[in-house]
């Protein structure tokens, strides 16, 4: 039996809390096997990530190129897509519009590496010792995309990703757990001044204070806010289809599958074949494309990645609306039918 151990709480909320077993496993329970699915999801990505039909390009004679292809090959059976181009010109215009993450360059200047440090040190770090290790010697690292200075390492568009999911999802909690009877209409109202807020915020710390991401002060506002906009839909879409259940549902969803395909830490081709194809449709991953490419590559995935994002927040509301409409007319008809039966 629980008691009163705490006097200023009402006795209202005392009267509807749960009994003290279910108080004490419940939450032992749901935290257990988030944080399990967290820590598998997460070392099986990367504990010993490893290249999978990773694109890479080759400007060279065809003798090298071949070489350097079944070199490449042996190593990493299914490990890369080839893509071959007529010279070094063509080779860098392929890496500076994120079509291909790094080319092996052979010609009059020597054998080198064109590289865009704009994917992260560990995407090419992985390539470049890939490319090393095919050709049998090491080999002059040309980097046609740099990060920003405020960026070292590559991952601000991953934390910032991140933390904007983080709270695309506690907003959806919290908004339920105040106002769980609150109409969709005022609903979706905080969720677009929370939204337009979340932009305004992280390009006003990432792009304006940081020099983190150096894409437009606009295009960043957009994108994130749309970001935000699609999590906290989602989270609140899996919190009406779940109830209590629709927390966790929604931390695992978002928070550990949607953060850990974003492509902010390694490219969807280093994921495992059961996770990457996530990459692909997530929300987390598509900002994080839209950003990259408006931040380092000519706007590349930017328009892809604000309809992913629309999509994902339509798509939610829609079906909330939907099943917001469902229940409405199962209680009219119910009440219809009482009223009925009262009568007689």
Known sequence: MLVDSEPGIPASVLAAAAGARKAVLVPVVTALAIGTVFVAVYLAAFHAPSARHQPLGIAAPDKAAAHAELALNNAAPDGYIFYRYPDAKAARQAVTHDQIPAALVADGRGTRVLVAGAQGP???????????????????????????????????????????????????????????????????????????AS????????????????????????????????????????????????????????????????????????????????????????????????AYFHDAHLTGAILTLVAWGLGCLTLQYVLDKVAQRRATTAAVAAGTAAGF
Not at 161 to 178: D, E, N, R, T
């Open 122 to 196: 560990s995407t090419v770090s992985s390539l470049t010792t890939a490319v090393t290790e095919a050709v049998g010697k090491p080999v002059p690292v040309e980097d046609v995309r740099p990060l920003a200075a405020g960026d070292s390492r590559g991952l601000s568009v991953f934390y910032a990703a991140f933390g904007v999911v983080l709270a695309g999802f506690l907003f959806a909690v919290s908004s339920y757990q105040i106002a769980p009877r609150l109409r969709l209409a005022a609903r979706v109202t905080s969720m677009l001044v929370f939204s337009a």
């Open 199 to 294: 932009g305004v915020m992280v390009a006003l710390i990432a792009h304006t204070a940081m020099n983190a991401l150096p894409a437009s002060f606009a295009l960043v506002t957009v994108v994130v806010g749309l970001l935000a906009w699609a999590s906290a839909a989602a989270a609140g879409l899996l919190l009406r289809l779940f109830g209590p259940l629709g927390t966790p549902v929604a931390s695992v969803v978002l928070l550990i599958l949607g953060n850990a395909t974003s492509g902010g830490i390694l490219p969807a081709t280093f994921l495992p074949a059961w996770l990457s194809p996530l990459a692909s449709v997530m929300p987390p991953a598509a900002a994080v494309r839209g950003l990259r490419g408006a």
